[in-house]
C-alpha cells in the first residue's frame, strides 16, 4: 500500500506536496475567474426563491392529512428544520467536487429519508472527470460501504439516481492498522478502484456498526490527484447560485419525495410490510447487497405488536422505527432499534420484538415513543435468504402469553444501563 501512496504522490508533485508542481493543473489553479455581475446572485431573486420555498414547505407539517397533534406538529417542525440543516450541509457547504471534502449528511440531528440508526453517513461531492484519493484508517465499524452515485437528492426523483461503482470493507485491502486508500478515476487498478462517470456527482460512505459501544468510525479524508485542492477557490456568484437552486430542489422536491414514500408505506395494511429485490437494491442508489423490508406498524397505548422473523446467516440485520416523517425514532434514549449484536435471538434461530408504548419488560423492547403509527424498517445485508417477518397486534396485557415462555426479560434497571450505554455509544459516534 505505500508503494502505491509514493507512485501516487510522484505524480502529484514532488515529496506529494500539495504545494508542488503538479503534471495536470487544474482548470482552476490556471484560470482567471470568469465571474460577473450578471449572476442571478447580485440581485435577491436567488435569494426570494429560496425564503418562498422554505415557506412553502410548511405544508409538511400543516397540510392535509398530517398527524395534527401537539406532539406531532412539534416533531414535524423539527423534522423541517433537521431537513433544511442537512440541505445546507450537503448543497451548499458539500457542494464543491472541485474541492471535496466529507461530511456528514445524516446523523442523530439530521434525520430524513428514513435513516438507519446503526448508521454513519459521510458525503463527498466529485466531479466525473477528475481523480481522487481517499484515505486513513477504515475504523472497524461491522460493514463500511463506499459507493460513488449519479443524480442527486435535490432532484427527488428516484429514476434519476444511480450507482456508478461500488466496495465495501470485505473487498478493501488495508494496512496492519486499518489504514486504506482508494481511488477514484482514472486508470483502472485491481485493488481499491472506484470508477468515475461522466455523471457521477458524489461519493458516499457508509458505516453500520453492530456493537455500538466498541466498533469505532473510520476516519476518512478525500482530495483531488489531478489539481491543487488547497487553497479552496473563492466562491463564485453563479456557483452559489446554482448551490441555492439545488438547496430549494433539496427542501422542495426531495421533501415531497420523502413525504410521498412515507404516505405510500403507511397506506398499506396496518402492521404489514413488503420486501425489495436484493438483486437491485443499489439500482437507485441504495446499498449493494441490502434487503429492504418496509412498511408500517400501527399501535395504541394498550397494544403491542409482535415482530417475529427467523434470522438469516448475515453479517448484518436490524429492525427500526420511524415517525410519520420517515425520520427514526429517537434511539439515543430509546431503544427505537435493535440490530443483530443488540438483540436477542431465541434458541429457535427466530428473533422476536415488541413494539410498544410502555416497557413490556422483554429485552426485545421497540419503544414506539408515543406514536401510534410509523414506519418499520428491516435490513437484511448480504443475507443468505430471505427471511420475510410477520407482525400481529395485540393487547399490551397480553404480550406475556403471547410470547414463548422462554423469551428473554430484562428489570428496570437492566433497562436502564442499556439506554445509559445507547445515548454514550451515540455521542461517540457523531462526537466530530
Known sequence: MNRDRDSHDQRRGSGGSRGGKDENPSPRASVTSTDTAESAVMTPQTWERLCDVMRDAGRYVYGDGVPSSPADRAEGIRYLTRLIASGINVCMELGDGEAPRFGRMIDCTMKWGLDAPDCLYLYSSVCGDAVYRIHGRLGTANHVDVQVNH??????????????????SRDLATGPDGEVEILLGGKPRDRNWLALAPNAEFVLVRQYFGDWNHEQPADLYIERLDGLDVPEPVPTTDAIAARLERLAGWIERGGSLWESMSRGFLDLEPNSLIFHDTNASDAHGGMQGQAYGLGNFRCAPDEAVIVEFAVPDCPHWSVSLADWYWQS???????????????????????????????????????????????????????????????????????????PAWTARVT??????????RRAAVLRRFRR
Open 329 to 403: 425514532l429517537d434511539y439515543a434514549t430509546r431503544q427505537s432499534s435493535l440490530n443483530c449484536r443488540q438483540a436477542v435471538v431465541d434458541d429457535d434461530g427466530v428473533f422476536r420484538a415488541v413494539i410498544a408504548h410502555r416497557d413490556p419488560g422483554v429485552a426485545n423492547w421497540l419503544d414506539a415513543a408515543g406514536h401510534e403509527q410509523g414506519t418499520i424498517a428491516i435490513r437484511f445485508l448480504l443475507a443468505d435468504r430471505a427471511a420475510p417477518p410477520t407482525l400481529r397486534r395485540v393487547a399490551l396485557e397480553q404480550v406475556a402469553q403471547a410470547l
Open 412 to 421: 428496570a434497571q437492566e433497562r436502564l444501563r442499556t439506554i445509559a450505554d
Open 151 to 168: 443524480g442527486h437528492y435535490a432532484a427527488g426523483d428516484i429514476s434519476q439516481w444511480g450507482t456508478v461503482s461500488s466496495l465495501n
